[in-house]
């Protein structure tokens, strides 16, 4: 392994395990209380312990992420290719786009969750809503990016508007849809969790969101603590698997993923 790849790796790992010493000293060290403060031993005893409902509420958050992500990317990518096509379409419906991007989803995830005479289908919904933008707005900016002279110079041998769509304004837009991917995963994660807190469901068929606001009710804080560091490492999860994602599709081509920086 290169030293810069050793570097990226260990730095983090240190500057973590120093930050969780100093906070599992301080805990001991004042005698916090663990209903107010647990430490990470703690944290981490409330983890093993409560595994079986935790696992089982994080495959039920992870299901309503994966597909809002789904239909983000699905309709994100198709709504920007439109936009790319018509200047008309995309005056017209883009502000409707950026309406739903600044709406707070905690103001209207009441409504959707009445609305919807579906749970599940309501939280898809709502972390839908937090997810789209930036997989609608990044990918409109690359398709919209393509270079004039290429453009000119496939005019210039006939080529078709789906020929120039296919062989150039994609692949030039593939690095913007994949950044907006990258961010979308964390935001539907968040979406999710936030739909789940207003749904308040509970049951076998609850998320994360839910075991947190039940520990909190009856003050089982570390595994309050517990289920936020599965959250955490669940948007940490996602984030790396998108940016493989990325560095496998534009390695071989893109600039951004091929390396070869000189930042010290």
Not at 241 to 253: F, M, N, V
């Amino acid at each position: 392994m290169a030293p810069e790849a050793w570097l990226r790796v260990l730095a983090p790992v240190v500057i973590g395990l120093l930050v969780l010493g100093g906070w599992e000293w301080l805990v001991r060290a004042r005698e916090i209380p663990p209903y107010i403060l647990p430490g990470p031993i703690a944290i981490a005893q409330a983890l093993v312990r409560d595994w079986g409902t935790l696992s089982a509420s994080l495959l039920v958050t992870l299901k309503t992420t994966g597909l809002a992500l789904l239909v983000a990317a699905a309709l994100g990518l198709l709504l920007a290719v439109a936009f790319a096509q018509s200047r008309i379409v995309e005056l017209s419906l883009f502000p409707y786009a950026v309406i739903l991007q600044v709406t707070p989803i905690v103001a209207i995830a009441p409504l959707i969750i009445i609305w919807v005479n579906d749970v599940t289908l309501s939280l898809l919904i709502c972390a839908w809503i937090v997810a789209f933008f930036p997989i609608l707005s990044n990918t409109t900016v690359g398709l919209n990016s393509t270079d004039h002279n290429l453009l000119d110079l496939f005019r210039l041998y006939g080529a078709s508007r789906w020929q120039v769509l296919w062989r150039l304004r994609l692949p030039t837009a593939m690095p913007f849809f994949l950044a907006g991917l990258r961010i979308s995963g964390g935001l539907a994660l968040i979406g999710a969790i936030v739909a789940e807190f207003v749904a308040g469901t509970g049951g076998n068929a609850s998320g994360l969101a839910y075991r947190i606001l039940e520990a909190g009710y009856q003050l089982q804080i570390p595994r309050m603590f517990a289920a936020l560091v599965l959250v955490s490492g669940t948007g940490i999860a996602i984030f790396l698997a998108l940016s493989l994602l990325s560095h496998l599709l534009l390695r071989r081509w893109h600039e951004s993923a091929m390396g070869g920086g000189e930042r010290r």
